[in-house]
């Protein structure tokens, strides 16, 4: 089976960023996505790219960038749209927050889109997929040449538990703290085919491993495959999912920096010749789960025999390694603001420190909100002095 792959002009920008549609009164999801893309048709209806989509749930919009090269410049696409959303949502008596799932809301309550292919996955999957009433960030980076994708998701599949506990924001699951920095990471890796990607040796075995996927059944498409790391062959990029909800503009710029280094570093390394490293497997998928459950506090493995690391002291030394990168990229002060997380907290502790402080799980609610509304963290006396 042969999939093309459309090599991108060097390392290119593409955001996609899951917000959550919360009523203005009650603080819960409200299932109006319809109704708010209905009317912004301007950009709901962009052909095969708009720039607002439907997601599975109704309680969630999907804002997408156009191919950008900078991540100003994608911050600068989705602050555009955001502004045309929140009109659009004000006038419903809604308002916009995201986070990797909503404290409050039960997933019993979500009302799916009217898409034939959501249809078709709740049919397919039934309580998996019925339950996902979460949000997440994917960020996609241009590769230049196919034969560097495979190498790149491999050596991506390191940074699995970074990616996750810079951006984990979903402790709460229906109102109940589940004990995780992320219950998201739980919740939508039960899918059969998400998870840590597959580590293959190149694209051929990439191309044969698709085939086998789609004779035995088990997928119908390609994009059916939502790994936490995969190519799209169609855009030419790496797709990095892992992230959770990001509340802020200001982290969701990190993230994009972050992807944007990491790639840009694996595809120069390639074109000096170096062989790209490899995680075992069972490396990767262990390292998520202690991301999943302890956050930026999980001590991950750091090599094949063993070896491990606190994450907090890996980050801080990625960071480091990524800021000649990032500083000719143009990204070098949003990759600083994972100092910030580290400083101030990711947001499930910023979410646990309202609980701390004799807060409600509704304030939390009110903290995302201020968040993405403000682009800061946000504490609980700021939240009580709102009368929020």
């Not at 950008?68 to 006038?91: M, N, P, S, W």
């Not at 998701?153 to 109102?175: D, Q």
Request: aromatic residues 8%.
């Amino acid at each position: 089976m042969a999939i093309d792959f459309n090599p991108s002009r060097g390392a290119t920008l593409g955001v996609e960023w899951e917000l959550q549609l919360v009523d203005a009164e009650t603080r819960y999801l409200r299932q109006d996505a319809r109704e708010v893309l209905a009317a912004l048709p301007s950009l709901s209806e962009g052909g095969d790219n708009p720039k607002i989509r439907h997601e599975l749930m109704e309680s969630t919009v999907e804002i997408v960038t156009d191919i950008c090269h900078t991540v100003g410049q994608a911050k600068d696409d989705l602050a555009a749209t955001i502004a045309e959303l929140r009109t659009a949502a004000a006038a419903r008596g809604l308002t916009l927050a995201c986070t990797g799932t909503h404290p409050i809301s039960d997933w019993r309550d979500a009302v799916m889109a009217p898409i034939q292919r959501y249809a078709e996955l709740i049919e397919q999957m039934q309580w998996l997929a019925r339950r996902i009433q979460t949000f997440g960030v994917h960020v996609h980076v241009g590769v230049t040449d196919v034969n560097k994708a495979i190498p790149i998701v491999n050596a991506l599949s390191a940074y699995l538990p970074h990616f996750l506990a810079l951006t984990a924001s979903s402790p709460y699951w229906s109102g109940n703290d589940t004990g995780l920095a992320s219950s998201r990471a739980v919740v939508f890796g039960q899918l059969p085919t998400a998870g840590p990607p597959h580590l293959l040796d190149d694209w051929a075995a990439f191309e044969d491993y698709m085939d086998t996927l789609l004779r035995a059944g088990t997928i119908r498409s390609i994009k059916e495959v939502w790994w936490d790391i995969r190519p799209h062959p169609d855009f030419g990029t790496v797709e990095i999912r892992m992230f959770d909800g990001i509340p802020t503009m200001r982290e969701l710029g990190m993230a994009a920096a972050l992807c944007q280094s990491l790639v840009t570093l694996f595809e120069q390394q390639l074109d000096r010749g170096y062989t790209l490293p490899r995680p075992a497997a069972w490396v990767v998928r262990d390292n998520k789960w202690r991301a999943t459950r302890y956050g930026l506090d999980a001590i991950v493995i750091t090599d094949d025999a063993g070896g491990t690391a606190p994450l907090r002291d890996d980050i801080y030394e990625l960071i480091r390694e990524l800021e000649p990168v990032a500083d000719r990229l143009g990204c070098s002060e949003e990759l600083k603001v994972a100092g910030e997380v580290l400083e101030y907290g990711a947001p499930y502790e910023r979410q646990r420190a309202i609980r701390a402080e004799g807060g409600t799980v509704s304030d939390m609610v009110d903290a995302a909100i201020k968040e993405f509304e403000q682009d800061r963290f946000v504490t609980l006396g700021e939240v009580a002095d709102a009368g929020g």
